[in-house]
């Protein structure tokens, strides 16, 4: 398990507040697509876990070894976990909230070209939402993702154990949609990715166990080479162009 440095840590400087409505996330409408004109559409393709049970945290340890986009000042390609908050199960943005943490090259909202940057995002119920730059990333490297429910509507979000920071308020408990996968905005962008050793927390608000059963392979989006599917059932994915 890696452990980011305090100097790393203190790289998470770029805080932008946007609008939700347009955010780029893998949540987004199934009419975008990989390359329409605002960079904040997307297409992706995600294992998606939607238990009848509530959980309080999601966990996915990433890995991107081929990741890129021709034009990262204005498309980006993500490897990523997801979780919906305030008990919802949605394919949509506006008045679904959630977070996710991940791998990002190239464009983000309100940022610019990040480069190859891990990252995480939030849409509260407000609806406000803000892009978190936590510091650099490198290829064919493991990152441990967590997101965790803390109490008093607030989430946290950790990397290889330690916090990156956390929700500030308007994201109720629980989740009942997790998902991790690639998500896209390019024509020809390309992504080699996995997402393993998938857990979920109680809830309970402590006790973590293996596997995202009954989860499926869901893609989105016109122009979509994203292709996700399980390696180990339940336990490990990939996703690929």
Not at 109 to 126: I, Q
Request: aromatic share 10%; glycine share 14%.
């Amino acid at each position: 398990m890696r452990v980011l440095t305090a100097k790393r840590r203190l790289l998470a400087v770029f805080v932008v507040t946007v609008a939700t409505v347009g955010t780029a996330s893998v949540l987004a409408s199934p009419a975008f697509s990989c390359a329409g004109g605002d960079p904040g559409e997307s297409c992706g393709g995600v294992i998606r876990w939607q238990p009848s049970t509530a959980y309080t945290g999601g966990l996915a340890q990433l890995r991107a070894t081929v990741q890129s986009v021709p034009s990262p000042s204005n498309s980006f390609v993500n490897q990523t976990m997801w979780i919906v908050t305030n008990n919802q199960q949605s394919g949509g943005i506006g008045g679904f909230p959630w977070i996710e943490l991940g791998i990002k090259y190239g464009w983000a909202k309100g940022v610019g070209n990040v480069g190859r940057s891990l990252y995480w995002f939030e849409s509260n119920t407000v609806p406000t939402s803000a892009m978190h730059i936590i510091g650099a990333a490198s290829l064919s490297t493991n990152y441990n993702a967590k997101i965790s429910y803390s109490g008093s509507d607030s989430w946290g979000v950790y990397v290889d154990g330690v916090q990156q920071g956390g929700t500030s308020h308007s994201q109720p408990c629980c989740t009942k949609q997790l998902q991790v996968g690639g998500e896209l905005h390019s024509a020809s962008g390309s992504l080699d990715a996995t997402g393993v050793t998938l857990q979920k927390r109680l809830g309970d608000n402590s006790t973590w166990t293996y596997d995202w059963t009954g989860g499926f392979t869901y893609t989105f989006g016109s122009g979509n080479p994203l292709v996700p599917s399980w390696t180990v059932t339940d336990k490990s994915m990939r996703v690929h162009t």
